[in-house]
């Protein structure tokens, strides 16, 4: 039987590489492009701010994408400890980011709509000029699917029964998407949607229900608030 787990495990990876081969030849000249007006003004306008207070309190345009502003702060001090700051650099926490949605659309989304359709589908994603550009883009667009897709994987599991994890989860992922971009409230209350339609039977009513509706708006204003 563990023989036969680690076959097909062996097989799944080799399927993912195909959508990760796929994203790497479409960004491959992306990763090393100018840096564009609004990726300069993140850096310049923000990141380099002194500390992550400076940062969260400095939001007086959108372009501060607050939580990713705060880890690509911290990654490029770290990537400056080992080796020297060039363009590519400032891009690699998208492009992680954009390997991780694929990661979660192949092995967790395969378990609802099967392999052939989760693989398709991160294979249609990847190699989407969209997904290209915000991949290697030095803003929190990447950063917010991933945080959404990994929220509704908890939105999942609280909603199927899972205990006080999943909902620390759920609450925790979605105060991490709005701290990116306060919009990710729409996505989230999208994720709402979803989970609930997925449970026409149940009652509509429920404490599961009024929680998974509550916690972004919740997550919206504790982010917000103090500098607002």
């Known amino acids: 039987m563990s023989e036969v787990k680690h076959k097909k495990a062996k097989i799944l990876l080799g399927l993912y590489m195909a959508p990760v081969c796929a994203m790497l030849f479409f960004c491959s000249n992306a990763m090393f492009r100018d840096v564009w007006f609004d990726e300069s003004l993140t850096i310049l306008d923000f990141m380099l701010r ?6 969260y309190k400095s939001y007086v345009i959108p ?10 702060k911290y990654w490029i001090e770290l990537y400056a ?3 020297n700051l060039v363009t590519y650099a400032y891009r690699l926490p998208s492009f992680l980011c954009g ?3 694929l990661a979660l659309i192949c092995f967790r ?3 609802r709509v099967g392999t052939p359709a989760a693989i398709a589908a991160a294979l249609v994603l990847a190699c989407a000029v969209p997904f290209m550009i915000y991949c290697t883009a030095v803003r929190g667009y990447m950063l917010s699917f991933l945080l959404l897709a990994v929220t509704l994987e908890f939105a999942f599991k609280l909603r199927s029964g899972g205990g006080w994890k999943a909902a620390c989860g759920y609450l925790f992922f979605s105060f991490l998407a709005v701290l990116t971009i306060p919009s990710n409230i729409i996505g989230c209350g999208a994720i709402f949607l979803l989970v609930v339609s997925e449970r026409r039977g149940n009652q ?7 929680y ?3 916690v972004p708006i919740m997550a919206l204003l504790i982010a917000y608030l103090p500098i607002w």
């Open 63 to 72: 372009n501060n994408h607050i939580f990713y502003t705060i880890v690509l």
């Open 212 to 214: 998974l509706a509550a």
């Open 204 to 210: 509509l009513v429920s404490l599961r229900n009024c």
């Open 99 to 101: 390997l991780g949605i």
């Open 81 to 83: 400890m080992v080796g």
């Open 50 to 55: 002194p500390s992550p207070l400076a940062i």
């Open 109 to 111: 989304w395969r378990r």
